[in-house]
T-cell receptor, first 116, second 113 residues
Framework: NAGVMQNPRHLVRRRGQEARLRCSPM?????VYWYRQLPEEGLKFMVY????????ESGMPKERFSAEFPKEGPSILRIQQVVRGDSAAYFC??????????????FGPGTRLLVL | DQQVKQNSPSLSVQEGRISILNCDYT??????FLWYKKYPAEGPTFLIS?????DKNEDGRFTVFLNKSAKHLSLHIVPSQPGDSAVYFC????????????FGGGTRLMVKP
């Protein structure tokens, strides 16, 4: 049973470009979470999605950031017009259906975004 | 406002001895706590969790203790092994806050052979 998959593992963008980060949850998992880790800090929640629905985006910056989890295919975190402060590791986690507060979130290996 | 704090950025322990990692929280609404281990260039790996209705949970070499009155939890690893060297994050969740995890800043554990 494959774990949470993220690609690319490393992404380099110049200021003003767009970054697209992909996450495929574990088999059987229908809940996806995105977190961001700045250097030397803990992970910070960004957004929680189920298939075709954004459940909680309270941690997502209001501008330039968007996320989706379509009926088919991976979840996408999209950052438009990237700036140097967007440089971070972005982690995706997934969890199975059920009462989420009891479920463990399993993390992918992360995408390390570097903005030049 | 940092709701989950790990006040020790690093900890060094001799192989075979006990490692104790600490975590404090301020939000009394947290009712579920988790510990994750993270190696460089990898994602966090789930270790152990505890519900607020318990004060202890044990899994092999790992034990988590929860003191709700002090808003404090700790992870004990015994005996410590060199392969345990990693960054350890505690995380907390409420059951009515969108299920997001709130993480501490992490403690880097080094186990010396």
């Amino acid at each position: 049973n494959a774990g949470v998959m993220q690609n690319p593992r490393h992404l380099v963008r110049r200021r003003g470009q767009e970054a697209r980060l992909r996450c495929s949850p574990m088999k059987g998992h229908s809940h996806v979470y995105w977190y961001r880790q700045l250097p030397e800090e803990g992970l910070k929640f960004m957004v929680y999605l189920q298939k075709e629905n954004i459940i909680d985006e309270s941690g997502m910056p209001k501008e330039r950031f968007s996320a989706e989890f379509p009926k088919e295919g991976p979840s996408i975190l999209r950052i438009q017009q990237v700036v140097r402060g967007d440089s971070a590791a972005y982690f995706c986690a997934s969890s199975p259906p059920g009462r989420q507060w009891q479920e463990t979130q399993y993390f992918g290996p992360g995408t390390r975004l570097l903005v030049l | 406002d940092q709701q989950v704090k790990q006040n020790s950025p690093s900890l060094s322990v001799q192989e075979g001895r006990i490692s104790i990692l600490n975590c404090d929280y301020t939000n009394s609404m947290f009712d579920y706590f988790l510990w994750y281990k993270k190696y460089p260039a990898e994602g966090p790996t789930f270790l152990i969790s505890i519900s607020s209705i318990k004060d202890k949970n044990e899994d092999g070499r790992f034990t988590v203790f929860l003191n709700k009155s002090a808003k404090h939890l700790s992870l004990h690893i015994v005996p410590s092994q060199p392969g345990d060297s990693a960054v350890y994050f505690c995380a907390a969740r409420t059951n009515n806050a969108g299920n997001m995890l709130t993480f501490g800043g992490g403690t880097r554990l080094m186990v010396k052979p």
